[in-house]
């Protein structure tokens, strides 16, 4: 314990004396240099309660179907349960937002889309700083966007549908899920990369969109893979290319848009997130635990069901795709002209 002692300075003032102040100081930085011994037991201890895991999008959806797969296996790796908890809305932004105003303590996660590095480029303002706001945990996995068009849509290949486009300006609809969605800045960059001029047709939700190319209503969507899986494989929509740099082992027969059309790469991952400034040592201990659980066999089967390839990696990894996106991201959203106010 410190007992402070005071002199009085000329002007009668009460000041510390110096030995008073070595004493001081001594003690702060004595409670500072405990800092990381306690940090480093409280990590050690992790995880002593359930873990909630904030879903950014609603229940049903593709990233809640992602955190269902994975809330049993991490739930049996980390020794607690795992609650998954959906707080959609506003493009995703709402439960991200809670997530950045959670204590850094590994006990409030965040499981998201890749909408998670457009959404800057695309929002006027955000209640959050995506790169700032957050700290990387690791990917989880990734499903492609994907180009199908009605069966009687006369291009059948990604050249064809160029070539064709390029006679009828004007005259191609598009359909994404919704305006600054992954398949929309796949619709877009496409454009750019081409020099096409197709018509956006947004929608809400890849559902729907699906459901009026299936019925003729539009020819051509992009959408993310899960949503079309089963009617490519049936026949009732033609695939024509996937978003990602290579095919997809879930639809291996349908080319990359990068086999056409060079330097193409929209991935719609998966990732979780906690807050910024959670200690290293518990980030480490859920990435690990991601890891272990995307070699489960089970684990890569449920996503290939949905048209997914689980994925894992490590925080440094997932910090380089959000610094490599978010800009990139903002310069096309400007080319094309994309903003949500």
Sequence with gaps: MIIATRNADLNGRSVLSRATRRMVLAGVVGCFAMSPALAAGAAEAYPEKPINLIVSYPAGGSVDVAARILQDPLSKILGQPVVVENKGGAGGTIGTAAVAKAAPNGYTLL??????????????????DTENDFTPISMVASAPQILV????????????????????????????????????????????????????IPYRGGGPATIDVLGGTIPLLWVSLPSVTQHVKSGRLKALAVSTKDRTPVLPDVPSVSETIKEFNVDSWYAMFAPANTPPAIVDKIQAAISTAAKDTKVQAAFLAQGAVAIGGTSAELDQVVKTEVPMWKALAKQADIKIN
């Design 111 to 128: 499981i998201t889309l890749s909408s998670h590095t457009i959404n800057p480029a695309i929002y006027t303002t955000l209640p959050f």
């Design 149 to 200: 068009a009605h069966p009687t849509f006369p291009p059948s290949s990604l050249a064809e549908l160029i070539e064709y486009a390029k006679k009828r300006p004007d005259a191609i609809p598009y359909g994404s899920a919704g305006t600054g969605s992954p398949s929309h800045i796949a619709g877009e960059l496409f454009k750019l990369k081409t020099g096409l001029t197709l018509t956006h």
